[in-house]
Each structure stands twice: as C-alpha cells, then as structure tokens.
C-alpha cells in the first residue's frame, strides 16, 4: 500500500508540473451566436372564408377569401423539435373582428358601397336595406345571418437559414397567453429541418437582478435573406420591478440613449417577441414586449411557465453541443481547433447562417500570428517560461517515487520471505565468533537480549569486591565502617 501511494504521489506532481504553462478554455461571455443560430421570423394572418348570401334582387352566393395580417416579429426556438416561443400579439387576435373586418370588405366590393374596411361595425345610412343586410352580415352566426364566416389562422415561420427559406414552415399555435404581451407557443405542422432538429436557445435561469445589466436584443425586421440579417441591439435593465407580464423596463445607466424609445421602435418594426440575451453567459433572460416609445421585457420565468402549461420542454440537441464546443475555441482564438468544429455543424445542419460565417473567419486566421492554437505548437521564448525544466523536474519526481517503491517493495518481500521460512528476522547484526586465545578487551556473556557486556565493567566490579574485608577470628564479613565483628565481639584491628 505504502508503495503505491509513493507512485501515485509522483504521478500527481508530474501532472502537476506538465499542467503549469496551460491554461483552460472558458466559455467568452458577452456574445449572442449561442442565440442568433435559434432566431426565427414569425408572420401570423387570419384566413377568412367567407360567403355573402344576396338576395336583395335575386339570391346570389358571393364568395371570398381573405388574408388579414394579425402581426409579425421575432421568435426562438427551444428544443430540436423546433418549438418555438413568441409573443401571444404576434399570433394571435380576436376572430370575431376579423370576421367584421371580412363583411365590411365584401360588401364593399360586392354592393359597391363606402364602407371602412376595418374591423368596427358601421351602417350604410343612405340604404335601409343595405344596411340592415349588412348587420345580419357581421357575426355572430344567427338564422336570418346573410354571410358564413369561417376564420383560421395561419403562422408561417421563416428559421434563420441560408440559402434563405423563402417559403418558411408552417406551425400552429399550441399555446396563447392570457394577454396580447404574454408568450406562446407555436409547434411546426410538420417536422422543420432534417433528424437532428433545429438549433435551439438557451435559457437563463432567472434574471440579473442589478439595475444597468447589459443585455442584447435579437431578431429580424424583416423576412431572413441575404439583405436582412440579424438585427442585434445593447439594452440596459432598469430598475427592479415589473414582475410577470407587466415586464421589467429598460434604462441606460449613462442616460446617453433613451432605450425604452429606440427598442419600442424596433418592436413596431419586427422585433416584438426578440430574445433579451444576458451578457453574463449568452443565455436568453426575457422577451422584448411593448412598442412606441415603451418598450419593456418579461422575464424567462413567464417563458418556461408557458412552456410547462403546454406541456413542451425546452432543451438542446446534438447541434447546439457541436456549435457551442466550436464557439468556446473560436472566442478563445482557437481558430485551428474551432473549423473542423464548425464544418461538424453544417454536417448535422448544412443552413446555420453563423456556423458558416464563423468558419470562414476561423479558416482564414487559422495558422496565422492571431491563432492561439499556433503559438502553442510553436512556443516561441517570448511567450513564457520554458516546458523543458518543468518536464525534467517531473521526470526526476517520478523517477525519485519509482525507486522508493521499489525500495519499499524490496523491504517488504525480505519479510515476507522470512515469514515463509517460520523465522524472524534478527534484530541486532550477527557477531564475530569470540577468539579465546586473542587478547580479551570484552568479556562475552550471554543473554535473552544483550550478546557482550564489556569487561571494563566486569573490573569495575572486581575492584569493588577486593575492598571487603573478613573478620579473622570467625571468618564474617565486615562492614566498611564497623570496628567489630558483628557476629563475635573481635575488633577491627586485630582481625
């Protein structure tokens, strides 16, 4: 056991040498292509099927279709299936105002009168029966009704792509908010993208509390292509508060921009519904809601929430692994390292827009001076202490614990080997046979434990012994200080 803890030991220095000029790879913060690549276009319009019944002159059936734009803007994707969430507004509205808005346009065109084509109940003043036609027209549905409306709704998803996806996919909406600023959820109608899925965004896991936190705000203002990229734009969190749908506000802590003005324009323009990305590690945090001059964010609670209550999970695929390992060597300059990662990712999805800009940059500066993957195959003086010391200081630890093993291990097979054999290992070096004819400078006595004792000590104690005297008369012993025989009355000196 001792030997192997002294190897074991010596391994760990040497680990621990060698690992001294490296450093790790940690995950850059403050970016946003973890998010970008889930980044999607939402368009949302009402079908209208309707048929308007005339019989002012004769009965006709009229017939018409109609599409009325119910909203557009941004949305992400959150599991490889390709669920998505945007904003309740952007798809969806009433049905009801739509079917007015379809009856006063058929009965503009069909009847050529001046009705508003909007979604307000009007009347045609100047022709009773017109008018009173038109009322039965809007809904809802009664027996004497002079129109079937029949509204649907049809969302189309335009992913992040290239070459860009003209057509989009179609979803439905699996889950709306209780509020035009609420989220929701959207599944495609058919599977997306190929047997991997979709890229997919991260979610934070709450939400910066310190006032001034920078974040970035995603999306499309327009239908993804060559001449509409990704829209990216720093934001600032305000001040605490706006807990749920109520959203929280932005501010910038420097007052050099007014944020809530320049993000509420961006929301009227396609950015309702954008990812509010954290700069602390890229992760989603909240959804861009409000536009005008008030522009706010729900957080990721109110996402996954909405998330639970359709019963969708948000999770990454096999994409988001291979992108984000490449992502973590390009934001570190591992550009050698990073483009075999990112040629993995148009493998599993051959669309991803910033895979493909991000490996022609990574192939260009790959080998170059800004290359840290090159700088440490070459090691040049300049850039630190070098690996040879540590290497050999290594190799003489370990080469130091190898022969203490080996040490050890030879001890221990010494007594194993005694043990075999029913003998103990002696305790004190064998001695010399004693020579009686030599000259005797030690006196040999023998004992349990102790081999010699030395013969100054034996004259020690002759010499001691010669000192007793005897009494002369009865042959006792004296005592030193006695002037008597203790046992017969002769004295002293007469003895």
């Known amino acids: 056991m001792a030997r192997l803890t002294v190897l074991a030991g010596g391994v760990v220095v040497t680990v621990a040498l060698l690992a001294i000029p490296a450093t790790a790879h940690e995950h850059p913060s403050g970016i946003t292509d973890l998010v970008t690549p889930a980044v999607v276009r939402v368009e949302a319009v009402s079908h209208v099927e309707i048929t308007l019944l005339d019989h002012v002159s004769r009965l006709r059936h009229v017939e018409r279709s109609y599409d009325f734009p119910i909203g557009q803007g941004t949305g992400i994707v959150v599991n490889p299936d390709g669920a998505i969430v945007t904003l309740t507004s952007v798809v969806k509205t009433d049905d009801e105002d739509v079917a007015v808005r379809a009856a006063n346009k058929v009965f503009a065109e069909h009847h050529d009168v001046k009705v508003p084509q909007d979604d307000k109940r009007h009347s045609v003043d100047d022709d009773p029966i017109l008018d009173r036609h038109l009322k039965d027209c809007y809904p809802p549905k009664r027996s004497t009704a002079t129109c079937i409306i029949d509204v649907t709704t049809d969302i189309t998803i335009f992913p992040n792509v290239s070459p860009a996806d003209t057509d989009g996919f179609k979803a439905e909406l699996v889950r709306a908010g209780s509020g035009p600023d609420a989220p929701a959820v959207l599944m495609p109608v058919a599977r997306a993208v190929g047997s991997v899925g979709m890229p997919t965004a991260p979610l934070a896991e709450q939400v910066p509390d310190q006032q001034g936190a920078p974040t970035s705000v995603a999306g499309f203002l327009g239908r993804p292509g060559p001449d509409v990229q990704t829209t990216v734009e720093i934001a600032h969190l305000g001040k605490g508060g706006g807990a749920g749908e109520k959203g929280r506000p932005f501010g910038d802590p420097d007052k050099k921009v007014d944020e809530p003005a320049k993000l509420g324009g961006l929301a009227d323009r396609g950015l309702a519904g954008a990812p509010v990305i954290g700069d602390k590690d890229g992760h989603v945090v909240g959804l861009l809601i409000g536009g005008g001059k008030e522009a706010k964010m729900i957080g990721v609670r109110e996402i996954t929430s909405t998330l639970s209550k359709a019963g969708i999970a948000a999770r990454r695929g096999a994409i988001d692994a291979a992108f984000e390992a490449a992502l973590t060597r390009y934001h570190t300059r591992y550009y050698t390292e990073a483009a075999p990662g ?100 030690v006196m040999v006595r023998r004992s349990p434990q102790f081999t010699a004792v030395p013969q100054q000590q034996q004259q020690v104690l002759t010499a001691q012994e010669s000192s007793v005297k005897f009494c002369t008369a009865c042959g006792m012993r004296l005592g030193q200080a006695h002037r008597f025989c203790g046992y017969c009355g002769q004295p002293i000196e007469t003895s």
């Open 342 to 441: 990112f040629q993995r990712v148009l493998e599993l999805y051959p669309g991803n827009v910033v895979a493909a800009d991000l490996l022609k940059v990574a192939l260009a500066k790959r080998g170059g001076p800004e290359d840290e993957g090159t700088k440490r195959t070459v090691a040049p003086a300049s850039s630190g202490p070098p690996l040879w010391p540590f290497i050999v200081a290594a190799s003489v630890l370990f080469l130091a614990a190898a022969v203490g093993a080996f040490l050890l291990w030879r001890r221990h097979r010494a007594g194993d080997r005694a043990d075999d054999h029913g003998q103990a290992p002696p305790l004190v070096p064998p001695q010399q046979a004693y020579d009686e004819g030599a000259d005797q400078t």
